[in-house]
T-cell receptor, first 112, second 113 residues
């Protein structure tokens, strides 16, 4: 069964600094990978997804992620963080017709 | 607005009681997923339905049950509630085109006292 690990429970960065959130997955075939963001009191919103093709995918709000098969990773990056990026970020892996499994999440705090 | 509607948004009940959470997927979406989010457990997959049929089952307790109706809305029934069932319950739907991503509702926050 697929699984996702997000090693960092909480990350604090200064506004304007770069960001990288780590995600490692376990899956037998080529995975479908996703990053979601959850603001306090709200549901989850899709940031970006990877199915196949170019391993560097662009998402909304200036985020990007890179799929590295050799490392079983799908790390999320942003070159310059804004205070509004403070939220919880979830990595997920899932098959199209079946379930989708989420990591434990990484809480991002942005210092002014 | 994701197009997924969940009711009620908030629910407070007592231990031992039973509650029903309702989810209406996006128009045309056949798959419905239920997740439980609690502070110490993260986002746990409970169950998935596809066009009325159970498709996958995760960490769903025997006290919990779900179903998807012919009009594609889904209900999650939680019975013999315990304090530990207090959590945010999310419903999500997935499109027929299978672009892959889930569209989440805003959740139902259950508090068991």
């Amino acid at each position: 069964a697929q699984s996702v690990t997000q090693p960092d429970i909480h990350i604090t960065v200064s506004e304007g600094a770069s960001l990288e959130l780590r995600c490692n997955y376990s899956y037998g075939a080529t995975p479908y990978l996703f990053w979601y963001v959850q603001s306090p009191g709200q549901g989850l919103q899709l940031l970006l997804k990877y199915f196949s093709g170019d391993t560097l995918v662009q998402g909304i709000k200036g985020f990007e992620a890179e799929f590295k098969r050799s490392q079983s990773s799908f790390n999320l990056r942003k070159p310059s963080v804004h205070w509004s990026d403070a939220a919880e970020y979830f990595c997920a892996v899932g098959e199209v017709y079946n379930d989708m499994r989420f990591g434990a999440g990484t809480r991002l705090t942005v210092k002014p | 607005d994701s197009g997924v509607t969940q009711t009620p948004k908030h629910l407070i009940t007592a231990t031992g009681q039973r509650v029903t959470l309702r989810c209406s997927p996006r128009s045309g979406d056949l798959s419905v997923y239920w997740y439980q989010q609690s502070l110490d457990q993260g986002l746990q997959f409970l169950i998935q339905y596809y066009n009325g049929e159970e498709r996958a089952k995760g960490n769903i307790l025997e006290r919990f049950s779900a179903q998807q109706f012919p009009d594609l809305h889904s209900e999650l029934n939680l019975s013999s509630l315990e304090l530990g069932d207090s959590a945010l319950y999310f419903c999500a739907s997935r499109g027929v085109a299978n672009t892959g991503e889930l569209f989440f509702g805003e959740g139902s926050r259950l508090t068991v006292l």
